[in-house]
């Protein structure tokens, strides 16, 4: 997620500080930027943010890591 100055963007990534290596996470069902995030469990949970309309994003997104 996040804006790249064009568009708001559905792709992310992580970094592992044990393997000290970025991974790239599956692509979010949707785009969001200025969203929060909380690893629990290995799981990454994406949550709220701001749409491609600027409008406000109420999903929960979960990425295993």
Not at 31 to 37: D, Y
Not at 39 to 65: H, I, K, Q, W
Request: proline share 8%; aromatic share 8%.
């Amino acid at each position: 997620g996040g804006n790249n100055g064009e568009r708001i963007q559905s792709r992310g990534a992580f970094y592992d500080p044990e393997q000290k290596t970025w991974h790239e996470l599956p692509p979010m069902n949707e785009p969001r930027a200025a969203m929060g995030a909380v690893v629990m469990a290995r799981t990454l949970y994406v949550l709220g943010g701001r749409g491609a309309d600027n409008a406000p994003v109420n999903t929960v997104e979960a990425f295993s890591c």
